[in-house]
């Protein structure tokens, strides 16, 4: 008996309609003073010149823009929102799943996000170097996130890499 794998199984929400999201990131955006986005631990500032949400074939794309770089990412769902803060779940490109944050830089909450940014994109750059340290080796925990039970800075990234029965932990 053969497996079909499909990189869409469990991926879509039939139940979340594109426009009703649209609309919720739209009014999320025009409420805050000094918009931005992070994706990869990359952080965008983005204004209305630089920065579109529209519905391409029934699915919900968001792409911002500045003089160096673009962002496009299909929007499949919003994970959580607070005051200041929006997080929504994406497929990055090859379906890769990920996540993007939509923050207010001027809200009082948000004052460490570009530091945790930084901390984010640089982890990011650690898999990529990890990846091609070991190839052929399983990458099962990535973390730049502050752990006190074992006394572990955010500064220094940390991951948790295995092939078969031998394990090994890389800072």
């Known amino acids: 008996m053969t497996k079909s794998y499909s990189k869409r199984q469990g991926a879509e929400r039939p139940d979340v309609d594109a426009e ?14 000094s918009p931005a986005l992070i994706d990869s631990g990359d952080q965008l500032t ?27 990412r299909r929007i499949l769902a919003i994970t ?8 929504c ?5 090859a379906g890769r799943p990920g996540e993007l944050t939509l923050f207010d ?3 009082p909450r948000n004052a460490q996000k570009a530091l945790f940014s930084d901390r984010e994109k640089f982890a ?11 190839p052929g080796w399983n990458i099962t925990t990535l973390s730049a996130a ?7 800075s955010p500064v220094f990234p940390r991951a948790h890499v295995m092939r078969g029965g031998a394990h090994i932990a890389a800072i």
Do not use: P
């Open 20 to 33: 009703t999201l649209r609309l919720s990131i739209q009014q999320f955006v025009d409420a805050c003073r």
């Open 46 to 72: 983005i204004d209305r010149a630089s920065f579109m949400v529209e519905i391409r074939s029934g699915r919900l794309w968001i792409e911002a823009w500045d003089h160096e770089r673009n962002l496009a």
């Open 80 to 87: 959580s929102q607070a005051r200041g803060r929006m997080v």
């Open 89 to 93: 779940s994406v497929h990055r490109f």
């Open 105 to 107: 830089l001027d809200h």
């Open 124 to 134: 990011e750059q650690f898999r990529t170097m990890l990846s091609r340290q070991f």
């Open 146 to 152: 502050m752990d006190l039970q074992r006394s572990f």
